[in-house]
Protein backbone atom coordinates (compact mmCIF):
# COMPACT_ATOMS: atom_id res chain seq x y z
CA UNK A 1 0.00 0.00 0.00
CA UNK A 2 2.73 2.70 1.05
CA UNK A 3 4.92 1.39 -2.21
CA UNK A 4 1.88 1.71 -4.48
CA UNK A 5 1.31 5.45 -2.40
CA UNK A 6 4.26 6.52 -2.83
CA UNK A 7 4.56 5.72 -6.69
CA UNK A 8 1.24 7.56 -7.26
CA UNK A 9 2.80 10.55 -5.34
CA UNK A 10 5.93 10.47 -7.42
CA UNK A 11 3.38 10.03 -10.81
CA UNK A 12 1.95 13.16 -9.41
CA UNK A 13 5.11 14.79 -9.14
CA UNK A 14 6.36 14.09 -12.22
CA UNK A 15 2.49 15.72 -14.00
CA UNK A 16 3.05 18.55 -11.61
CA UNK A 17 6.77 19.29 -12.78
CA UNK A 18 5.67 18.51 -16.75
CA UNK A 19 2.81 21.24 -16.55
CA UNK A 20 4.98 23.93 -15.07
CA UNK A 21 5.17 27.47 -16.79
CA UNK A 22 8.52 28.22 -17.74
CA UNK A 23 9.64 30.97 -16.23
CA UNK A 24 10.30 32.97 -18.99
CA UNK A 25 6.83 32.44 -20.32
CA UNK A 26 5.28 34.20 -17.21
CA UNK A 27 3.19 37.42 -18.01
CA UNK A 28 4.27 40.21 -15.73
CA UNK A 29 0.34 40.61 -15.13
CA UNK A 30 0.76 37.04 -13.44
CA UNK A 31 1.98 38.64 -10.51
CA UNK A 32 -0.30 41.41 -9.45
CA UNK A 33 -3.27 39.86 -11.24
CA UNK A 34 -5.70 41.07 -8.35
CA UNK A 35 -3.67 43.68 -6.26
CA UNK A 36 -5.26 47.47 -6.91
CA UNK A 37 -3.11 50.09 -8.46
CA UNK A 38 -4.06 52.44 -5.62
CA UNK A 39 -3.87 49.93 -2.55
CA UNK A 40 -1.99 51.69 0.07
CA UNK A 41 -0.29 50.39 3.14
CA UNK A 42 -4.16 51.44 5.33
CA UNK A 43 -6.15 48.94 2.91
CA UNK A 44 -3.45 46.41 3.86
CA UNK A 45 -3.95 46.97 7.69
CA UNK A 46 -7.45 47.36 7.46
CA UNK A 47 -8.04 44.57 5.03
CA UNK A 48 -5.67 42.33 7.55
CA UNK A 49 -8.74 41.66 10.10
CA UNK A 50 -10.79 40.63 7.47
CA UNK A 51 -9.15 37.39 7.82
CA UNK A 52 -10.40 34.83 10.18
CA UNK A 53 -6.72 32.57 10.92
CA UNK A 54 -3.07 33.44 10.22
CA UNK A 55 -2.51 36.66 8.72
CA UNK A 56 -1.97 36.51 5.15
CA UNK A 57 0.37 39.48 5.67
CA UNK A 58 4.35 39.34 5.72
CA UNK A 59 4.25 40.87 8.60
CA UNK A 60 2.01 39.20 11.35
CA UNK A 61 2.91 41.70 14.18
CA UNK A 62 1.05 44.64 12.35
CA UNK A 63 -2.02 42.92 13.03
CA UNK A 64 -3.16 39.49 14.52
CA UNK A 65 -6.30 38.22 12.73
CA UNK A 66 -9.77 37.51 14.11
CA UNK A 67 -9.39 33.92 15.39
CA UNK A 68 -6.39 34.64 17.53
CA UNK A 69 -7.84 37.81 18.73
CA UNK A 70 -11.41 36.16 19.85
CA UNK A 71 -9.18 33.60 21.51
CA UNK A 72 -7.66 35.54 23.47
CA UNK A 73 -9.08 34.86 26.62
CA UNK A 74 -7.96 37.44 29.35
CA UNK A 75 -8.78 40.24 27.00
CA UNK A 76 -12.11 38.96 25.59
CA UNK A 77 -13.56 38.19 28.99
CA UNK A 78 -12.40 41.21 30.18
CA UNK A 79 -14.63 43.03 27.74
CA UNK A 80 -17.55 40.84 28.23
CA UNK A 81 -17.17 40.84 32.16
CA UNK A 82 -17.07 44.74 32.28
CA UNK A 83 -19.86 45.01 30.08
CA UNK A 84 -22.08 42.26 31.66
CA UNK A 85 -20.86 43.38 35.33
CA UNK A 86 -21.76 47.65 34.41
CA UNK A 87 -24.68 47.22 32.73
CA UNK A 88 -26.10 50.35 34.34
CA UNK A 89 -23.77 52.18 31.99
CA UNK A 90 -24.98 50.25 28.93
CA UNK A 91 -28.67 49.72 29.41
CA UNK A 92 -30.75 51.98 27.60
CA UNK A 93 -27.89 54.13 26.27
CA UNK A 94 -26.72 54.71 22.53
CA UNK A 95 -23.08 53.21 21.98
CA UNK A 96 -20.88 53.69 19.39
CA UNK A 97 -18.25 50.14 18.92
CA UNK A 98 -14.98 51.71 17.09
CA UNK A 99 -13.38 48.85 15.04
CA UNK A 100 -15.71 46.44 15.46
CA UNK A 101 -14.29 44.07 13.81
CA UNK A 102 -16.70 40.79 13.71
CA UNK A 103 -19.28 42.38 16.18
CA UNK A 104 -18.17 40.83 19.58
CA UNK A 105 -18.58 44.11 21.63
CA UNK A 106 -21.47 45.25 20.25
CA UNK A 107 -22.82 42.19 20.97
CA UNK A 108 -21.45 42.17 24.24
CA UNK A 109 -23.55 45.90 24.72
CA UNK A 110 -26.99 44.48 22.67
CA UNK A 111 -27.23 41.40 24.92
CA UNK A 112 -26.43 43.90 27.82
CA UNK A 113 -29.46 46.36 27.12
CA UNK A 114 -28.00 49.22 24.98
CA UNK A 115 -30.86 50.96 23.55
CA UNK A 116 -28.93 50.68 19.67
CA UNK A 117 -25.60 50.22 18.82
CA UNK A 118 -23.42 51.62 15.84
CA UNK A 119 -20.58 48.92 14.87
CA UNK A 120 -18.29 50.77 12.76
CA UNK A 121 -15.36 48.19 10.74
CA UNK A 122 -13.62 49.86 7.68
CA UNK A 123 -12.50 46.52 6.63
CA UNK A 124 -14.40 43.96 4.75
CA UNK A 125 -15.40 42.30 8.15
CA UNK A 126 -17.77 44.64 8.51
CA UNK A 127 -20.24 42.48 5.80
CA UNK A 128 -19.79 39.48 7.97
CA UNK A 129 -20.46 41.24 11.00
CA UNK A 130 -23.66 41.96 9.82
CA UNK A 131 -24.74 38.48 9.17
CA UNK A 132 -23.20 38.11 12.71
CA UNK A 133 -25.92 40.20 14.05
CA UNK A 134 -28.70 39.24 11.89
CA UNK A 135 -27.75 35.38 12.76
CA UNK A 136 -28.19 36.30 16.66
CA UNK A 137 -30.75 38.26 15.81
CA UNK A 138 -29.62 42.04 16.80
CA UNK A 139 -30.50 43.19 13.88
CA UNK A 140 -32.82 46.05 15.00
CA UNK A 141 -30.27 47.05 17.57
CA UNK A 142 -27.11 46.53 16.27
CA UNK A 143 -26.30 48.95 12.83
CA UNK A 144 -22.88 48.00 11.49
CA UNK A 145 -21.11 51.07 9.02
CA UNK A 146 -18.53 50.23 6.70
CA UNK A 147 -16.02 52.98 6.61
CA UNK A 148 -13.73 54.73 8.74
CA UNK A 149 -14.36 56.72 11.47
CA UNK A 150 -12.93 59.77 10.36
CA UNK A 151 -14.89 59.60 7.01
CA UNK A 152 -18.31 58.23 8.12
CA UNK A 153 -21.87 59.93 9.32
CA UNK A 154 -23.63 58.73 12.10
CA UNK A 155 -27.36 58.57 11.96
CA UNK A 156 -27.33 60.47 15.49
CA UNK A 157 -25.65 63.52 16.89
CA UNK A 158 -24.20 61.92 19.97
CA UNK A 159 -23.50 58.55 21.58
CA UNK A 160 -23.40 57.71 25.47
CA UNK A 161 -21.06 54.90 25.48
CA UNK A 162 -17.64 54.22 23.01
CA UNK A 163 -16.54 50.73 23.11
CA UNK A 164 -13.02 49.96 21.16
CA UNK A 165 -10.58 47.09 21.23
CA UNK A 166 -8.14 49.15 20.17
CA UNK A 167 -4.98 47.72 22.03
CA UNK A 168 -2.52 46.20 20.14
CA UNK A 169 1.05 44.34 20.86
CA UNK A 170 2.96 46.57 23.41
CA UNK A 171 -0.64 48.32 23.76
CA UNK A 172 -0.03 50.72 21.99
CA UNK A 173 1.80 49.52 18.50
CA UNK A 174 -1.53 49.38 16.15
CA UNK A 175 -1.77 53.54 16.27
CA UNK A 176 -5.78 52.94 16.72
CA UNK A 177 -5.85 54.89 19.80
CA UNK A 178 -5.89 58.59 18.24
CA UNK A 179 -9.42 56.70 16.46
CA UNK A 180 -10.93 56.44 19.56
CA UNK A 181 -10.01 59.49 20.34
CA UNK A 182 -11.31 61.36 17.59
CA UNK A 183 -14.47 59.34 18.10
CA UNK A 184 -14.86 60.65 21.54
CA UNK A 185 -14.05 64.09 20.62
CA UNK A 186 -16.74 64.27 17.98
CA UNK A 187 -19.57 62.20 19.42
CA UNK A 188 -19.75 61.54 23.06
CA UNK A 189 -22.01 63.29 25.32
CA UNK A 190 -20.67 65.79 28.10
CA UNK A 191 -19.98 62.98 30.59
CA UNK A 192 -20.17 59.90 28.58
CA UNK A 193 -18.26 56.63 29.44
CA UNK A 194 -15.66 55.25 27.38
CA UNK A 195 -14.66 51.58 27.65
CA UNK A 196 -11.96 51.15 28.46
CA UNK A 197 -10.86 54.15 30.04
CA UNK A 198 -7.84 53.69 31.51
CA UNK A 199 -4.78 52.22 30.25
CA UNK A 200 -1.52 50.92 31.74
CA UNK A 201 1.43 49.84 29.94
CA UNK A 202 4.18 47.35 32.39
CA UNK A 203 8.01 46.44 31.48
CA UNK A 204 9.44 43.39 33.09
CA UNK A 205 12.16 41.06 31.77
CA UNK A 206 12.40 37.54 30.65
CA UNK A 207 15.04 34.82 30.38
CA UNK A 208 15.21 32.66 27.39
CA UNK A 209 18.36 30.84 26.88
CA UNK A 210 16.86 28.74 23.90
CA UNK A 211 15.73 31.55 21.83
CA UNK A 212 19.14 33.24 22.16
CA UNK A 213 20.57 30.19 20.95
CA UNK A 214 18.43 29.55 18.18
CA UNK A 215 18.08 33.00 17.15
CA UNK A 216 20.92 34.62 17.93
CA UNK A 217 24.08 32.59 18.47
CA UNK A 218 23.24 31.12 15.55
CA UNK A 219 25.29 33.72 13.43
CA UNK A 220 28.52 32.69 14.99
CA UNK A 221 28.76 29.87 13.07
CA UNK A 222 26.74 29.92 9.72
CA UNK A 223 28.16 26.62 7.70
CA UNK A 224 31.43 27.47 8.89
CA UNK A 225 31.01 31.46 8.47
CA UNK A 226 31.33 34.02 10.57
CA UNK A 227 28.19 35.91 10.26
CA UNK A 228 27.94 37.53 14.24
CA UNK A 229 27.58 40.88 12.07
CA UNK A 230 23.56 40.09 12.20
CA UNK A 231 23.24 39.12 15.78
CA UNK A 232 23.08 43.58 16.69
CA UNK A 233 20.40 43.16 14.34
CA UNK A 234 18.77 39.87 15.36
CA UNK A 235 19.02 40.67 19.17
CA UNK A 236 17.02 44.36 18.52
CA UNK A 237 13.91 42.42 16.54
CA UNK A 238 11.01 42.53 18.93
CA UNK A 239 8.94 39.44 18.86
CA UNK A 240 5.55 38.83 20.29
CA UNK A 241 4.99 35.49 22.20
CA UNK A 242 3.78 34.14 25.49
CA UNK A 243 5.96 33.14 27.81
CA UNK A 244 5.97 30.79 31.22
CA UNK A 245 5.45 32.41 34.69
CA UNK A 246 8.71 31.29 35.99
CA UNK A 247 10.55 32.69 32.74
CA UNK A 248 10.07 36.16 34.48
CA UNK A 249 13.72 37.09 36.10
CA UNK A 250 12.56 40.87 37.76
CA UNK A 251 9.58 42.72 39.13
CA UNK A 252 7.49 45.00 36.76
CA UNK A 253 7.64 48.66 35.94
CA UNK A 254 5.11 51.04 35.52
CA UNK A 255 6.14 52.63 32.06
CA UNK A 256 2.45 54.76 31.57
CA UNK A 257 -1.11 54.93 32.64
CA UNK A 258 -2.87 56.80 29.91
CA UNK A 259 -6.73 57.93 31.07
CA UNK A 260 -8.19 57.51 27.76
CA UNK A 261 -11.65 59.78 28.66
CA UNK A 262 -9.39 62.88 29.59
CA UNK A 263 -6.13 62.82 27.17
CA UNK A 264 -5.26 64.59 24.54
CA UNK A 265 -4.62 63.39 20.80
CA UNK A 266 -1.01 65.83 21.21
CA UNK A 267 -0.03 63.57 24.61
CA UNK A 268 -0.30 60.17 22.19
CA UNK A 269 3.18 59.46 22.37
CA UNK A 270 5.51 57.25 24.52
CA UNK A 271 9.53 57.74 25.21
CA UNK A 272 10.97 55.19 26.54
CA UNK A 273 15.26 54.55 27.39
CA UNK A 274 16.07 51.47 26.34
CA UNK A 275 19.41 49.53 25.97
CA UNK A 276 21.10 53.31 25.60
CA UNK A 277 18.46 54.87 23.36
CA UNK A 278 15.56 56.43 23.73
CA UNK A 279 12.96 55.24 21.74
CA UNK A 280 10.03 57.19 20.79
CA UNK A 281 6.65 55.33 20.01
CA UNK A 282 4.01 57.79 18.37
CA UNK A 283 1.15 56.26 18.98
Known sequence: MASTKNNHNEQGSEQTQNTKLPFKDAD?????ADVADDTTSADYYFDSYSHFGKSPRKFHLLSPPLAEMLKDVVRTKSYRDVIYKNKFLIKDKVVLDVG???????????????????????????????????????????TVLKGKIEEIELPVPKVDVIVSEWMGYFLVYENMLDTVLYARN?????????????ASLYLTAIEDAHYKED??????DVYGFDMSCIKRRAITEPLVDTVDGNQIVTDSKLLKTMDISKMLPLQLHLSLWLNGMIISMPL
Open 28 to 32: ESMCD
Open 100 to 142: AGTGILSLFCAKAGAAHVYAVECSQMADTAKEIVKSNGFSDVI
Open 186 to 198: KWLVDGGVVLPDK
Open 215 to 220: KVEFWN
